[in-house]
C-alpha cells in the first residue's frame, strides 16, 4: 500500500468502498507547522464519473484498486467517444472526449506506447509514453544560424498544441514533445 506521497496521476485507488481515478495532484506544505506535505487530489469515481477533490497527508497509506494496463493504438473517433484498439486482440476500448481531455493533444494515429487502465475490465484512463512525436504544422520562418542562441519560438503540431521550439526548427518538421510537461525535447529520430 503506498503513501499518498507515492501516488501518481492516472492511479487507481480504492477510498470510501469505491474505486477512484486520480487525475490531478496538487502538493502544498503548510506554513507554520511541523509536520509533511498535504496532497490534494482530484478523483473521479471510475463507475459514476462523479468528481471529489480530497486532501491526504504525505504519509497517510492509500490502498490501490485492481487494474490493467493494455498497450492500445489510436483508432478513431465516434462522435464524443475516442476509440483504441488493443495491440494483441484488438479489442475496443472507448474513451470519453472530456475523460482524456490532456491526453487528446499529444496523440494521433502515428502514436506508440499508449495504454489503456481497465477497472474490472472498464477503460477509465489513457497512459502516455513519456514522450511523442508530432510534426509542425506551423511556425514563423526558421533562421539561419538560429541554433547558437536559446531562444524560442511558438510551433503549432499536428494535433493543435502549442509549444516553444528553437528558432532553426521550420514547418514540416517531426519533434519529440515531453508528455508530462509538453515541452519541445529534440528532432524526431527519422
Known amino acids: 500500500m503506498p503513501k499518498a506521497s507515492d501516488i501518481k496521476k492516472n492511479t487507481a485507488i480504492e477510498y470510501n468502498n469505491n474505486v477512484y481515478i486520480i487525475r490531478d495532484i496538487e502538493r502544498s506544505v503548510p506554513q507554520g507547522r511541523a ?12 463507475v459514476s464519473g462523479s468528481k471529489i477533490d480530497q486532501t491526504f497527508k504525505d504519509n497517510e497509506m492509500l490502498p490501490l484498486a485492481d487494474l490493467v494496463r493494455r498497450n492500445v493504438m489510436f483508432s478513431y473517433i465516434d462522435g464524443e467517444q475516442y476509440v483504441f484498439m488493443d495491440n494483441e486482440d484488438y479489442t475496443p476500448y472507448n474513451l470519453d472526449k472530456d475523460s482524456i481531455a490532456d491526453e487528446i493533444l499529444l496523440i ?5 506506447g499508449l495504454q489503456v487502465v481497465l477497472v474490472d475490465g472498464a477503460p477509465v ?7 511523442v512525436e ?3 504544422v506551423e511556425t514563423s520562418p526558421s533562421i539561419k544560424g538560429g541554433s547558437a542562441t536559446a531562444r524560442t519560438k ?13 528558432e532553426h526548427i521550420s514547418t514540416g518538421d ?11 525535447m529534440g528532432r524526431a529520430d527519422k
Do not use: C
Not at 509536520?35 to 471510475?46: E, I, P, Q, T
Not at 484512463?125 to 514522450?131: N, R
Open 174 to 184: 517531426k519533434i519529440k514533445v515531453n508528455t508530462a510537461e509538453h515541452k519541445f
Open 108 to 112: 494521433n494515429e502515428d502514436t506508440q
Open 154 to 166: 511558438p510551433a503549432i503540431l499536428s494535433t493543435g498544441l502549442t509549444v516553444q521550439v528553437p
Open 134 to 136: 508530432l510534426e509542425i
Open 125 to 131: 484512463a489513457l497512459e502516455l509514453p513519456s514522450s
Open 35 to 46: 509536520g509533511g506535505s498535504l496532497y490534494r487530489m482530484r478523483m473521479y469515481d471510475v
